[in-house]
């Protein structure tokens, strides 16, 4: 495809509207005003942050909500290293976004020039790819390429730093329409004799457990999920984020496991005779103690990434490839399993250990999430922070599809709820309400982007859990360290209706469990622009079950233990 | 403790780019491997370079290490060559102290291990040797008894037999 001679900055936007972005994230600085420049002349819209991070949590909201890359554009020096947060976030939990950095000219790179810094060398660790682009005539093919290895494969970051004699230099190379990367091969469908293995396995079990990742999710495999569990009548654990591929109201859903799971997903992964992770990388929230983990049970291990094959665990079987594209392959040689017996212990685990909380005392979490779940069905995207209130949620939240439970998990990323939320409403297409759940701790991390979710509109809902403590570190500190509360005590925090009238933003309180139901309808009722509902909770309210870091999942604590316990051998 | 784990002899094709070593050195370091030696070399094709990477660790670390550069998009293709009959070389320059009483002995250690002398001075003599890692390892040892004042070797370069690709 031609192009007629433009500049770099031209380019740029033209390969952005190509690939199909709508709208960027985006910061200035001096070396990125030609890029800023020629998005005027654009279509896409461009949304100023108030902060790097910001930008790039909103690209991974944007992301995690639509399935497509979202975008961040920044300055170089500070603009650039403000990033770093959110790229490593996105890597962490496989999220496709692109930054865009700005660089100063060429020929000073090295040499220390105002706000030049290695924006490539100080990314190498934390993104899939990178690029520092030296001449005009790479854009096209950097932009194509990035965009390409940003969302195929196990997704991820890829960081575009570009030179400002690169975005005002003339390119007169062709937009690019494919790519050519010899080192970089999408799997797709596993070996046959892999999946034959698989259904040679499966069919032998009779207590399977299928444990559901965000690889399924980034796969689009629900529909394939869905049928697997009803075909062999097999219960379904989910990671975090890996919640929605089935919906929650499923009956064979048992919601998620692990550190704060539900006990009848830990204890089907205690009993279990066969698991099957699909999509998930057996992180250390899931699994506890490794050596005790699923002992003497079959472990099937499908992804995308060869690179998971054995990094934790060494399965009985790996099949390598898309999960959608694998299950499509297994599904046709497999039938229903003798499980009534094992679906019956399940059963009866859930009617004995479902999930509560204490109904006396203050406003608690929980409250506000069961109430959320009644109002919407499961039927809402729902962006977390990261601490307590995230953990409530996964609980008691149970998205009915993919892409509305959107948090932070690998990286468990303080102060990226909130940018997340604004990011995935710019990508909600589906006219269900976004909320935006945060601590008082994370939500005062990013607060400066109440600025853009004013000036932009967006019609999100804003809940602040305030226990004035920093509250699951001070869950560890009680539990773990004598409740010697130490760095958790969050005084000082503003009253948050008020900030957020301050910026012109509607605010709301919730100060009893009477008034929740309420306070949450009214906010649904507002569809054109950002409410904030500040949540005055139950300040030392502890998450259960909870399994130690470190020790086995049998070790589940499922009630605020009375003895003191040890202290937990996991890292973190 | 490295020094208890065998030495590992890799072979990556990678892409003729900057900053692909730094990529490379990272997947390394962040699992805790020690490089010995790292060749870099052109290949037949321009767009392509050869690395020859010696490390030492723990086996089954190395098989994730090989896994996460596979994954590198600039890595085409990374081998563990250890075990497999390859063709090994080395090529080492070692600068020995002489004076005329150890000469002689000098040239008889030299004219066995095939050396050629590649600078003679009045205190000292630069000698070339090449080939397995355990005749530069032998011929260092006879050496140093001698009196080495510096010595550097290239590290590996390995190759497949036969009309195989490495």
Partial sequence: MSNPSMNGAKVIIECLKREGVEVVFGYPGGAVIPIFDAILDSSIKLVLTRHEQGATHMADGYARATGKPGVALVTSGPGATNTLTGIYTAQMDSVPIIVLSGQTVTPSLGKDAFQECDTSGMTFATVKHSYLVKDPNDLPRVMKESFYIAKTGRPGPVLIDIPKDVSSGICTAPFADSVDLPGYVVPTRAPAADVEQAASLITKSKRPLLLVGHGAMISGAQKQVLELAELLNAPVASTLLGLGVLPGSHPLSLGMLGMHGTVYANKAVVDCDLIFSIGSRWDDRITGKLDEFCKNAVKIHLDIDKAEHGKVLQPDLFLHGDAKLVLDQLLPMLERLPTDEWIRSIESWKKKYPLSYPKQGGLRMQHIFHTLQEITGGKAIVVTDVGQHQMWAAQFIKPEAPNQFITSGGAGTMGFGFPAAIGASFGNSSGLPVFCISGDGGFQMTLSELSTVAVQKRPIKILVMDNRYLGMVRQWQDMFYEKRYSGVDLEGSPDFVKLAEAYGVEGMRIKRPADAERVLRRALEITDRPVLIHCECEQEDNVFPMIPPGAPISSMIIEPPKAKLEKPTGST | ?166
Avoid: C, W
């Fill in chain 2, 1 to 166: 403790m490295s020094h208890l784990n065998p030495a590992h002899s890799i072979s990556l094709l990678v892409s003729n780019k900057p900053g692909v070593l730094v990529r490379i050195a990272l997947v390394f370091s962040r699992r805790g491997y020690n490089i010995d030696s790292l060749v870099v070399s052109p290949t037949l094709d321009s767009e392509f370079s050869r690395m020859n990477i010696v490390a030492r660790g723990n086996p089954d670390t190395l098989v994730q290490i090989i896994r996460q550069l596979e994954k590198l998009v600039d890595v085409i293709q990374a081998k563990d060559h250890t075990g497999e009959s390859i063709v090994e070389r080395e090529l080492a320059l070692f600068k020995v102290r002489t004076n005329s009483g150890n000469r002689t002995e000098l040239l008889q250690i030299a004219s066995h291990f095939k050396a050629s002398s590649l600078d003679m001075s009045e205190n000292a003599m630069v000698l070339q040797v090449t080939g397995s890692s355990e005749k530069i390892d032998a011929i260092k040892s006879l050496l140093e008894k001698l009196g080495i004042v510096e010595f550097i070797r290239t590290g590996k370069v390995i190759m497949a037999r036969g009309d195989d690709k490495t």
